[in-house]
C-alpha cells in the first residue's frame, strides 16, 4: 500500500517520542480506513476476485478500471455497469468485484470507492498484471522439434521470469520470458513452469504448461540365434492426443518378410492380417504399443527394421532395430548388452495360484532409464504393463492390463521391475521377457520361463495348449463337467416325461368329447316331446267353461254403426 501524507518533513533525529506514536496512529488509521491495496498477478482466462476493504456496500459503492466505471451500487440497491467489454465480464459480490475470465487488456489499476460502516470514505486501489503463456508449434511435438515456450506479462510490470523444467523444476536457461527447447527428446517431456518473482525477490505467481513430447522407444540392436524367435520392439510412452492413421514395419533392402500394416478402421487401429508370414502380431486393437515377433529367425534376416507412424497431421515417426542372428546357438536368456540381470531363470507356479516375475537391475552412473516393459513369448491375450517416465518419475503404465490377473507397483520405480501374475493358468507358460531402454538408446533385457508345478512347460516355437485342453486336464474342472453332463440329462428325461403325459391328457379329452350317433337321435326325440309338452294348454280338473260377459251397450252401440 502506498499512502502519501502531506505534512512538514521531519528528520528521524528530531522527531520526539510522541510524535512518532502520533505519526504511527495516523497511518494507522488511514491505513484502516483506505483498506488494503494489492498487486495480483493473473492467468489469462483465470478467475479474479478483488475486494474493497472496509467499504460497507448497503452504504454505496463503485468500482473503477483506469478511472472507466465498471459497476456502481447506490444506497438504494439500484446497480448500474459500464459500457466496456470488461463490465460485462464482471459480478459484484458484496463489496467484492469478481472477473469471471482475465482477458489480456484487463491489465491495469482498479479502484474502489465506498464508505465504511463510519460513513468515512475510503479508496482502494489494485494492480492486476495478466500472464500469458504460450507453446510453440503446440503443447503435443514429435521428437527432434525445435518448441518455443513463452511467458509474457501485460502493462510495465517488473516482475521477473523464470522457466523451470521438469521433473525437479530446475531454471532453465537464463531468466528471461522466452525460451528455446531445440530438438526436444522424450527427456524434456512434462510440466514447465513459468515462475513470476515481484521486486522484492518474492514468488507471485506459478504457471505449469504440459509438453508432451511422443517419440518411439526400441532397441538399437537384438540378437537372436538361428531357429530362434525375436521381438521387433516399438512403443510410445505417450501419445499426447496425438491420432495415429496408419504405419507398419518394413525391412530395409530384399526380402521374403512380409510384414502387417496399420490400418485406422473408425475409432479402431489395428494390424491388416498377412498370411504365411513368419511375423506374428496381436489381433486387437492397439494403442502405443506396435511391437511384432518375428519367428524362426534365419541368418537372412540379418539387417535394419523400420517401424513407422503416420498420424492426423500427416507427420510421420520412425525407429530403427538392427537385427543381428547369430549362427552359433546363443544360450537363452542372453541379454543383447553384457549385463544381463540373471540370465535364463525358471519360475514355477501352482494352477490357480499366484507368481512373481522378478526383473532388477541397478543402472551405472550417468544411465536414465526413460521406458521398457513386459513382453510374453509366444504373445497372448493377456495384457503386461510397460514402463514410462513422466512428470512424476518412471512408472508402470497399466493401461488395458487386467489388475485381477496382473498386480504391479504404482509408485515411482528405480531398480525393481517385477510383476505379480495371478490365477495362473496352464495358458500363462512360457518365456517371459523385461526389457528396459536408456535415454541413450541402449537397452537391457532378462527373460525367464514360467513353468506349471507340474512341469508343463510352453517353449518358445509352441502354442498355447487350446481352452478345451487345459479345460480337461482340471481334475475340479472335470468332476464338475461330469455333474454338469448327469444333470442334463436327468433333466432331458424329465422334460421327454412330461410330454409324453401332455399328450395322453389331451389324447383323452378328444375321446370323451366323441357321443354314439344312436345315442344322439334317441336324445333329440326326448327334447321334442319335452317341447311338445310345454306348449300345449293344461286342463284344470272340476273347471267348467265360463260363457263371455255380455258386451256393455254403449260399446256395442259403437261398434254396429
Same mark, same amino acid.
Given at each position: 500500500?502506498?499512502?502519501?501524507?502531506?505534512?512538514?518533513?521531519?528528520?528521524?533525529?528530531?522527531?520526539?517520542?510522541?510524535?512518532?506514536?502520533?505519526?504511527?496512529?495516523?497511518?494507522?488509521?488511514?491505513?484502516?480506513?483506505?483498506?488494503?491495496?494489492?498487486?495480483?498477478?493473473?492467468?489469462?482466462?483465470?478467475?479474479?476476485?478483488?475486494?474493497?476493504?472496509?467499504?460497507?456496500?448497503?452504504?454505496?459503492?463503485?468500482?473503477?478500471?483506469?478511472?472507466?466505471?465498471?459497476?456502481?451500487?447506490?444506497?438504494?440497491?439500484?446497480?448500474?455497469?459500464?459500457?466496456?467489454?470488461?463490465?460485462?465480464?464482471?459480478?459484484?459480490? =458484496? *463489496?467484492?468485484?469478481?472477473?469471471? /475470465? &482475465?482477458?489480456?487488456? #484487463?491489465? %491495469?489499476?482498479?479502484? @474502489?470507492?465506498? !464508505? +465504511?460502516?463510519?460513513?468515512?470514505?475510503?479508496?482502494?486501489?489494485?494492480?492486476?498484471?495478466?500472464?500469458?503463456?504460450?507453446?510453440?508449434?503446440?503443447?503435443?511435438?514429435?521428437?527432434?522439434?525445435?518448441?518455443?515456450?513463452?511467458?509474457?506479462?501485460?502493462?510495465?510490470?517488473?516482475?521477473?521470469?523464470?522457466?523451470?523444467?521438469?521433473?525437479?523444476?530446475?531454471?532453465?536457461?537464463?531468466? =528471461? *520470458?522466452?525460451?528455446?527447447?531445440? /530438438? &526436444?527428446?522424450?527427456? #524434456?517431456? %512434462?510440466?514447465?513452469? @513459468?515462475?513470476? !518473482? +515481484?521486486?522484492?525477490?518474492?514468488?507471485?505467481?506459478?504457471?505449469?504448461?504440459?509438453?508432451?513430447?511422443?517419440?518411439?522407444?526400441?532397441?538399437?540392436?537384438?540378437?537372436?540365434?538361428?531357429?530362434?524367435?525375436?521381438?521387433?520392439?516399438?512403443?510410445?510412452?505417450?501419445?499426447?492426443?496425438?491420432?495415429?492413421?496408419?504405419?507398419?514395419?518394413?525391412?530395409?533392402?530384399?526380402?521374403?518378410?512380409?510384414?502387417?500394416?496399420?490400418?485406422?478402421?473408425?475409432?479402431?487401429?489395428?494390424?491388416?492380417?498377412?498370411?504365411?508370414?513368419?511375423?506374428?502380431?496381436?489381433?486387437?486393437?492397439?494403442?502405443?504399443?506396435?511391437?511384432?515377433?518375428?519367428?524362426?529367425?534365419?541368418?537372412?534376416?540379418?539387417?535394419?527394421?523400420?517401424?513407422?507412424?503416420?498420424?492426423?497431421?500427416?507427420?510421420?515417426?520412425?525407429?530403427?532395430?538392427?537385427?543381428?542372428?547369430?549362427?552359433?546357438?546363443?544360450?537363452?536368456?542372453?541379454?543383447?548388452?553384457?549385463?544381463?540381470?540373471?540370465?535364463?531363470?525358471?519360475?514355477?507356479?501352482?494352477?490357480?495360484?499366484?507368481?512373481?516375475?522378478?526383473?532388477?537391475?541397478?543402472?551405472?552412473?550417468?544411465?536414465?532409464?526413460?521406458?521398457?516393459?513386459?513382453?510374453?513369448?509366444?504373445?497372448?491375450?493377456?495384457?503386461?504393463?510397460?514402463?514410462?517416465?513422466?512428470?512424476?518419475?518412471?512408472?508402470?503404465?497399466?493401461?488395458?492390463?487386467?489388475?485381477?490377473?496382473?498386480?504391479?507397483?504404482?509408485?515411482?520405480?528405480?531398480?525393481?521391475?517385477?510383476?505379480?501374475?495371478?490365477?495362473?493358468?496352464?495358458?500363462?507358460?512360457?518365456?517371459?521377457?523385461?526389457?528396459?531402454?536408456?535415454?541413450?538408446?541402449?537397452?537391457?533385457?532378462?527373460?525367464?520361463?514360467?513353468?506349471?508345478?507340474?512341469?508343463?512347460?510352453?517353449?518358445?516355437?509352441?502354442?498355447?495348449?487350446?481352452?478345451?485342453?487345459?479345460?480337461?486336464?482340471?481334475?475340479?474342472?472335470?468332476?464338475?463337467?461330469?455333474?454338469?453332463?448327469?444333470?442334463?440329462?436327468?433333466?432331458?428325461?424329465?422334460?421327454?416325461?412330461?410330454?409324453?403325459?401332455?399328450?395322453?391328457?389331451?389324447?383323452?379329452?378328444?375321446?370323451?368329447?366323441?357321443?354314439?350317433?344312436?345315442?344322439?337321435?334317441?336324445?333329440?326325440?326326448?327334447?321334442?316331446?319335452?317341447?311338445?309338452?310345454?306348449?300345449?294348454?293344461?286342463?284344470?280338473?272340476?273347471?267348467?267353461?265360463?260363457?263371455?260377459?255380455?258386451?256393455?251397450?254403449?260399446?256395442?252401440?259403437?261398434?254396429?254403426?
Amino acid at each position: 500500500m502506498s499512502i502519501v501524507l502531506n505534512s512538514t518533513h521531519l528528520e528521524s533525529e528530531e522527531m520526539s517520542t510522541s510524535g512518532r506514536s502520533i505519526f504511527l496512529w495516523i497511518s494507522l488509521t488511514l491505513f484502516v480506513a483506505m483498506g488494503r491495496s494489492e498487486v495480483f498477478y493473473r492467468k489469462n482466462g483465470q478467475e479474479m476476485i478483488m475486494d474493497c476493504g472496509a467499504a460497507d456496500e448497503n452504504l454505496g459503492i463503485e468500482w473503477k478500471h483506469n478511472n472507466a466505471r465498471i459497476v456502481k451500487l447506490t444506497i438504494r440497491g439500484i446497480s448500474s455497469k459500464g459500457n466496456s467489454p470488461l463490465a460485462q465480464r464482471t459480478k459484484l459480490i =458484496g *463489496n467484492k468485484l469478481k472477473i469471471f /475470465s &482475465v482477458e489480456i487488456s #484487463d491489465f %491495469g489499476l482498479y479502484s @474502489c470507492i465506498g !464508505k +465504511d460502516a463510519s460513513k468515512r470514505e475510503i479508496t482502494i486501489k489494485h494492480t492486476l498484471n495478466v500472464i500469458t503463456v504460450s507453446v510453440s508449434p503446440s503443447n503435443a511435438v514429435l521428437t527432434s522439434t525445435d518448441v518455443t515456450l513463452k511467458c509474457e506479462i501485460s502493462g510495465d510490470s517488473k516482475a521477473q521470469v523464470q522457466w523451470m523444467r521438469p521433473p525437479g523444476s530446475e531454471p532453465y536457461g537464463s531468466p =528471461g *520470458n522466452t525460451v528455446t527447447l531445440n /530438438s &526436444v527428446t522424450l527427456a #524434456d517431456a %512434462g510440466k514447465w513452469t @513459468c515462475q513470476v !518473482k +515481484d521486486i522484492m525477490g518474492h514468488v507471485v505467481q506459478k504457471i505449469e504448461e504440459d509438453i508432451h513430447v511422443v517419440g518411439l522407444l526400441s532397441s538399437e540392436e537384438i540378437k537372436a540365434p538361428v531357429g530362434g524367435d525375436v521381438e521387433l520392439t516399438c512403443f510410445l510412452p505417450d501419445l499426447g492426443g496425438m491420432r495415429i492413421v496408419e504405419g507398419g514395419w518394413k525391412r530395409e533392402g530384399s526380402t521374403d518378410l512380409h510384414f502387417p500394416t496399420l490400418s485406422r478402421r473408425s475409432d479402431d487401429l489395428r494390424w491388416n492380417r498377412v498370411q504365411g508370414s513368419r511375423v506374428k502380431f496381436t489381433d486387437g486393437q492397439l494403442s502405443t504399443n506396435f511391437t511384432v515377433t518375428l519367428n524362426n529367425v534365419q541368418p537372412s534376416d540379418s539387417g535394419l527394421y523400420v517401424c513407422t507412424l503416420t498420424f492426423e497431421s500427416g507427420k510421420k515417426l520412425s525407429t530403427k532395430v538392427n537385427l543381428v542372428v547369430e549362427v552359433s546357438k546363443a544360450k537363452s536368456g542372453s541379454s543383447p548388452i553384457d549385463h544381463p540381470s540373471g540370465g535364463d531363470q525358471e519360475v514355477t507356479a501352482p494352477l490357480g495360484g499366484t507368481t512373481n516375475l522378478p526383473c532388477s537391475h541397478s543402472p551405472s552412473s550417468g544411465q536414465r532409464i526413460v521406458g521398457g516393459g513386459w513382453t510374453r513369448d509366444p504373445p497372448t491375450d493377456t495384457r503386461l504393463p510397460v514402463l514410462t517416465r513422466s512428470e512424476k518419475g518412471l512408472r508402470w503404465n497399466g493401461t488395458n492390463v487386467l489388475e485381477s490377473k496382473v498386480t504391479f507397483s504404482d509408485t515411482e520405480l528405480s531398480t525393481n521391475f517385477g510383476l505379480t501374475l495371478n490365477n495362473v493358468e496352464l495358458t500363462d507358460a512360457g518365456v517371459y521377457i523385461c526389457t528396459l531402454i536408456f535415454e541413450d538408446g541402449k537397452n537391457w533385457t532378462t527373460m525367464l520361463s514360467l513353468v506349471e508345478e507340474g512341469g508343463i512347460l510352453v517353449a518358445r516355437d509352441m502354442k498355447p495348449p487350446s481352452m478345451k485342453d487345459e479345460f480337461w486336464h482340471r481334475p475340479v474342472l472335470l468332476g464338475l463337467a461330469l455333474w454338469i453332463w448327469v444333470a442334463v440329462g436327468a433333466g432331458s428325461l424329465l422334460l421327454i416325461v412330461l410330454i409324453i403325459v401332455c399328450i395322453s391328457i389331451q389324447c383323452r379329452k378328444k375321446q370323451n368329447k366323441k357321443i354314439p350317433s344312436s345315442y344322439a337321435q334317441e336324445y333329440a326325440k326326448t327334447q321334442d316331446e319335452l317341447a311338445a309338452k310345454k306348449t300345449k294348454p293344461r286342463s284344470r280338473s272340476g273347471m267348467q267353461k265360463r260363457p263371455l260377459p255380455p258386451v256393455p251397450k254403449n260399446q256395442y252401440e259403437a261398434v254396429n254403426r
